[in-house]
């Protein structure tokens, strides 16, 4: 097996998104101070003790915002792994069976896909009600038509080599060939959609939570906190600068780095969540 060398490029990607990461687990979120602590006067700038100033209570924003990017990555990351393991079944099966069931998985798909994102999220906050669970459903439903679309098409060109063709004319089951022959041939193409799906899933989760259909306070989350920070844009810009930055910075680190996988795993094929 070769091995996976990527681009300096999808290196820092790779790097910046840990920087982003590590920060957020929970021993240095306390390192950094209690993010429900009032340390200091209501909205103070940046300075010595807040390093990203005070909000409207005065606590600390950089402890938030760390809750905020743990928040945020974790239901997102949560929500592309739903997604990966439906978009493989369902692709897989649609791909290599064909037939009805391709014609059933498609047309689905394609509704689902004829919305635009932030209307799909908002239809499945307004039925199960603002919170996590709308946030999840909502990226999922989001981020799963194109990444279903082709994990399929993968599949329809894995399907017609003739190792799966060896393998159904040796007898083998349905599960044995999607399982042994299938799958493994369209994991790089999972693997390369899933960094996009994540990065359209912390765009879904800020924009639904944004609204006050996502995340809700007290608990921080990106959009949570750009939320907030919106009703002091003019006093206090910086409650909307350091969420915001960090927001950017994490889409644009998981492109980068999906952009490397991609050119390492599908060097000629089209794949884009956005």
Not at 175 to 187: C, D, I, Q
Request: proline letters at 7%; glycine letters at 12%; one cysteine or more.
């Amino acid at each position: 097996m070769k091995k996976l060398r990527l681009d300096p490029l999808s290196l820092a990607g790779l790097a910046c998104l840990l920087l982003l990461v590590l920060p957020a687990l929970g021993s240095l979120v306390d390192a950094a101070g209690d993010p429900d602590a009032i340390v200091g006067p209501r909205l103070q700038p940046p300075g010595p003790g807040w390093w990203l100033g005070t909000d409207n209570l005065g606590r600390s924003v950089l402890p938030r915002v760390m809750e905020g990017v743990g928040t945020t990555l974790l239901l997102s990351s949560a929500a592309v792994l739903v997604t990966a393991a439906l978009s493989a079944g369902f692709g897989v099966l649609a791909g290599y069976r064909g037939g009805y069931l391709n014609e059933l998985i498609m047309r689905v798909v394609e509704v689902l896909y004829s919305f635009p994102a932030i209307v799909l999220a908002v239809l499945v906050a307004a039925v199960a009600g603002p919170g996590q669970l709308a946030a999840l459903a909502s990226i999922v439903l989001v981020t799963i038509p194109l990444m279903t679309r082709l994990v399929r098409a993968a599949a329809v060109a894995v399907a017609g080599r003739d190792y799966v063709t060896a393998a159904v004319i040796s007898g083998a089951r349905l599960p044995r060939v999607l399982g042994r022959h299938v799958l493994p041939n369209v994991a790089g193409t999972i693997a390369v959609q899933g960094t996009y799906a994540l990065s359209v899933g912390i765009s879904v989760e800020g924009g639904l939570s944004f609204l006050g259909f996502g995340v809700q306070p007290p608990q921080a989350s990106l959009g949570v906190l750009i939320r907030q920070g919106g009703t002091y844009m003019m006093a206090a810009p910086w409650l909307i600068i350091g969420p915001g930055a960090v927001l950017v910075l994490a889409i644009l680190s998981i492109n980068v780095f999906g952009d490397g996988l991609r050119d390492r795993f599908e060097p000629r094929e089209t794949r884009s969540l956005v």
